[in-house]
Structures are given as structure tokens and as C-alpha cells.
């Protein structure tokens, strides 16, 4: 393997730097256009400010409590959304420079990292407001601290199952993303199954009884639990399949896809440890987008690991093929499906290249800044006769306390399924308008945007039908109106 001397850079790490300043530059680029198109983003803005209330209110399931206190505390000093964004970009380039130093100097730090930057998942969230970043840094440090022995380059010493560092970032860690204990049941097993030390038993009680303890405290209890479970979307085993199939294809992309095979061309030639690390990560990551596949950043644990062990046993020619092949998914996406009905989570095969996933989301991140314009919310309100304001959280506009709700044609099938009827029986007035909101989807899952939208062109707001529904707000009352309403 090449490696540069000392103070000079190899051509691949060059290439490597030079896809940092790309994130950093994309990342600032899109900061300023406020929330990021996953509507979680405006959740973890608003919910979790009760605990300057001292109450802890989870953005979401179970919460991500390290990243909703670093938001809190800091708009507890006085920074605004743009600054929070920020903040989130100096993150996500601070997982770059653990990859950098932790990483052997030549092809491995810059395979991983060109990897990652390549990654839509990775690069569209340079400055989203969301955990994704934090997770990243910290899995990415977790990782190298559990596996320093094993990363090839210099030698270094074993880590200790108990030695501090590698026990907080683990606890942070999942203290960011309760799933990413995945990392740490595969960590702490491919070490066992090298050492025989049963002490990894002990890191992964250790870190497994520490988030325990945290989350406990926050919810008040072990509710927290059961929290994911209610969120679960009851698919038949066939659709879960594809569904899933489909998310982790969007999640890959061409960079994921040419990592992972790199990973399968080296994979007789790696430790056991390796192995073992990649197979239990990959069985666990696999039942949990089975259960729940609504993002492609679910996998984003499982996509670094895939790239750091790409990184580590790549050979000179497999690299040199595998970067083209990633690069190629920073010029096109694809679109397979659009949707055929609005009252049905069902779409048609209809096969597109359209623009790379990069640019799909900055411009569906400035078509939703455009939801911060008075006069937009004038138009709304006077459109549906509601007390709707900001921030647009979904494809939905609510009023106050959310007591009220104006439900658009591309969200309309989500109040027919058990998971939001709750939602919906908790509104004292409902409104219907037949009009796509804002885009929705797009590249995440391989579905096509819709063509016109209230965001993309806020005059549209004046020709836009509406129908107020009548209580009781049942799922078959629901779906009675909206199925004339929305023929």
C-alpha cells in the first residue's frame, strides 16, 4: 500500500480532503435554509425545550437524549436554527477527523472517508438538525477505540474491556440512538469471540445498565420500552420485505454498494473478529429495518462499520475499482415508484433516472423554508379556515396546541392506518384540501416528487379545494370523506 511521507499527502487522501470541503460546503449552503426535510427535525426543535422545565419530553419514541440537550442547551443560550445547523455540520466533520487520525494514513482513512462522504445519507445530513451526525461521531469513535488492534498500520495495544474511554463512548452512543446498542452487542461480542476475555460481557452490561438507567430516569419509568412497539407498522411479511429491500437499496446507493462489495471480496481473507463484528451487526441491523424501515439513516451504523472494514482490507485494485462505481451516485438517483392512489401506501413500478439525491434535498429543504414566509401562513389560514402556524412539521399544517389539523392530498393515507388514529381522534377540527403540500420521499425511498406542490408555488393556495370534516374523526369517517373528497 502507498502511504505518503511524512507531511505529505497520497493522491487518495487528497481526494479524501477534498470530499470534507464538499460536505462542509453543502453543509453551509443548506444551514441557512432552516429545518431539515425529515420532519423529525422540527420535533427535536420544539418537544424536548420542556426540560428547561425540567421535564424531559422525547422528540420522538424513546428520545435522543444527547443530541436533544446539546439543542436545548444551546437555544437555551440564545442561538437560533442557523447556528444549531451549524453546530450539527462542526459535528458531522468532527466523525471525518476521527476517521482521519484513528484510521491508518494512505488508501484506508481515505477509502473511509470518501466512502462516507459519498453515502447520500450521510452527505444530504451535513447540517440536517437531527442525531444522525452525533451518532456518526460517536460510533465512528467507539468503533476505532474497540478495534485499534485490528486496524492495520502501526501496531497498537488491545483495548481493555473496562478501560473508560471506549465505556462513555459507548454509553453516549446510545444514549444518542437507543439502536446503535447494536454496535455495541457486535463490538463487545467480536472481541469476546477474538480474546476469550468474558470481561466484554462485563463492557456490554456495563454500557447496556448505564443507557438503561438514563432513559429510565428521563420517562419516569420503563414505559420506554414498549415506546418503539406503538410505532410499528403492521405490513404483511412480503411488503415488510420489500419495503425494506428498497430502503436499504437507497440507504447503499452506489457508495454503500461498493463498500459492501469490497467487504464481501475480503471477507475470506479477514479475522475472525471482522467477522464476527459484521456478521452479528448485520443480522441485528437487518431485523431492525425489517421492523421499521421508515428512514434509510437507520442503517447508517451499520453502513460506517461496512466502510471501515472495506477500509482496513481493500487491495490496491479493489479500491481503484470500488471509488469510480461511488462517485457515479454523486451525478444521478433513480425513481422506481410514484404514487397511484393518496388513500393507499401503494405505488406503481415506473422506472426514471432523475437528479442525484444531493440536490433533491437542497431543493426540498428551500421549498420547505419557504413555509417561514407570513404571507404563506395568511393564505393557509384564510385557505382552511384554521388557526394553522408554523413550523411545518409534516405533510399537515396544525393550529394551536395542534387541536387542529389541515390534512394534504400526499399525507392523506397515513390517517387511515391504526398507527395514526389515535392522532387523529385527538383533533377538535379537521380539514381536507386536495393539494400536495410539499415534497415528500423522493430519493429516500426511490419515489418519484410530485410534480407541483403549495410550497414550490404558494399561489397555488387560492385555487385549492378544501372540505371541513364532520365529528367524530374515526379512521371510516376519515376515510369515507377522503375517498370522494380526493377522486
Known sequence: MPTAAAGRLTGAERLALAAILAYAAYGVVTAVSGFATDSDSARIWLRPMTLLDGVYTPSRTTGFPLYEVLVVGLRGLGAGL??????????????????????????????????????????????????????????????????????????????????????????????????????????????????????????????????????????????????????????????????????????????????????????????????????????????????????????????????????????????????????????????????TDPLADGYALRPQLTAPAWLQEARRRAELHRGTDPAFWEAARALTGLGVAPPIVSTELTGPARREIAVFRNGAYKFLSARWSVDLEARERVVLCDAHLRQTRGWRQLRALHARTLLGNPARLSGTRCTELAPPFTTDRFAETARGFFR
Open 82 to 339: 442557523t447556528a444549531v445547523n451549524l453546530v450539527t455540520l462542526g459535528i458531522g466533520l468532527g466523525a471525518f477527523a476521527v476517521l482521519w487520525r484513528g484510521l491508518p494514513a494512505g488508501r484506508p482513512r481515505a477509502f473511509a472517508i470518501l466512502i462516507l462522504a459519498m453515502t447520500p445519507a450521510v452527505f444530504v445530513n451535513a447540517s440536517a438538525l437531527m442525531e444522525t451526525n452525533l451518532a456518526l461521531l460517536l460510533a465512528a469513535a467507539y468503533l476505532l477505540a474497540m478495534f485499534r488492534d485490528r486496524l492495520g498500520g502501526a501496531p497498537r495495544p488491545a483495548p481493555s474491556p473496562l478501560a473508560p474511554l471506549p465505556l462513555l463512548l459507548g454509553l453516549a452512543l446510545v444514549l444518542t440512538r437507543i439502536d446503535s446498542a447494536i454496535l455495541v452487542v457486535a463490538a463487545s461480542g467480536a472481541r469476546l469471540a477474538i480474546t476469550g476475555d468474558r470481561r466484554f460481557l462485563l463492557h456490554l452490561a456495563a454500557v447496556g445498565l448505564g443507557a438503561f438507567a438514563v432513559y429510565a430516569a428521563l420517562h419516569g419509568g420503563i414505559g420506554f420500552l414498549v415506546q418503539p412497539g406503538q410505532h410499528l407498522i403492521d405490513d404483511p411479511l412480503p411488503r415488510k420485505l420489500a419495503k425494506a429491500a428498497v430502503g436499504g437499496f437507497a440507504a447503499l446507493w452506489t457508495a454503500g454498494a461498493a463498500a459492501l462489495a469490497v467487504v464481501l471480496l475480503a471477507l475470506p481473507r479477514m479475522g475472525r473478529d471482522w467477522q464476527v463484528l459484521l456478521g452479528i451487526a448485520t443480522l441485528l441491523y437487518a431485523a431492525r429495518y425489517l421492523m421499521l424501515s421508515d428512514e434509510v439513516e437507520y442503517l447508517n451504523g451499520w453502513l460506517l462499520l461496512v466502510a471501515l472494514a472495506a477500509a482496513v482490507h481493500a487491495r490496491r485494485a479493489e479500491a481503484r475499482l470500488a471509488l469510480p462505481v461511488a462517485a457515479l451516485g454523486l451525478a444521478v438517483s433513480v425513481s422506481l415508484f410514484v404514487r
